[in-house]
């Protein structure tokens, strides 16, 4: 290896150490200086897709991983990237054949049969994605939130009792995920698991106790049991979980307080 090539890898591991540490700005400029150097190292436009996906910016995102396939088109994970960039866009279709062309280079990808999951959950092929998701976990079940996302897709494709045990390992491989508990709770709910789903919910609330969604889920499950005066409580926070809205009107807003004979 020439020293001008080593120097450009030892600067794109530290641009990768940067990036996991979430220092996307110096990570940014690494890959950028990269580039300088070396208009065709594919691996820094990739990463500096990865890093505008991130940050929100999936267009960004297409162009520059786009960039690094046309340098390298055969590299699996290019296109596992650019799938989600097509995803975060509303391209489920799209996303679905960027994924098809990763596991075409290579079969045990557990990247790529993970996002093929969300792009076929996107398309409403529920069965279709517990598949995919189930490829993933044969390959990798280590993947971040892959037992909840197999949990999700058993729950619309109506496999309740399935779901729930998918669910229990997401949140026993991560007991702060308090996303995971939600879809766990709602799966019980529906399983009439009323007791098991109210301590998710408050346990959820204990790490966040304003999260208005959990409020709000709280509220519908008390209602359910009948225990309307704590429900109507909860009940109310859900216009900050935007379940309802409050109509136009020209008139102030009642926040509880005594009306002294107005109406």
Known sequence: ????????????????????A????????????????????ADSMHMLGVLALQSGR???????????IAVRPSEAIYHVNRAAALLA??????AEEACRRALALKRNCAEACQVLGHALADLRRPEEAVA??????????????????????LRHAGHAE??????????ARAPRDTQAMANLAGVFKELRRLDEAEALYRTALAMRPDDPVQHYNLSLLLLLEGRSGEG?????????????????????????????GRT
């Open 1 to 20: 290896m020439s020293r001008r090539k080593h120097q450009i890898e030892s600067l794109f591991r530290h641009g990768r150490q940067l990036h996991s």
């Open 22 to 41: 979430d220092r996307l700005a110096e990570a940014e400029a690494a890959y950028r200086q990269i580039l300088l150097a070396n208009p065709r190292h």
């Open 58 to 68: 999936p267009d960004i995102a297409l162009e520059m991983i786009g960039q690094a």
């Open 89 to 94: 866009t509303g391209s489920p279709e799209q």
């Open 132 to 153: 995919a998701y189930r490829d993933a976990m044969r390959w990798n079940p280590d993947l971040r939130d892959l037992h909840n996302d197999l949990g999700l897709a």
């Open 162 to 171: 399935e779901a729930a045990e998918a669910l229990q390992q997401a949140v």
């Open 232 to 260: 109507w409580n909860e009940y109310r926070w859900r216009f900050r979980a935007g379940a309802a809205v409050i109509p136009q009107c020209g008139q102030p807003l009642w926040q509880g307080e005594p009306l002294n």
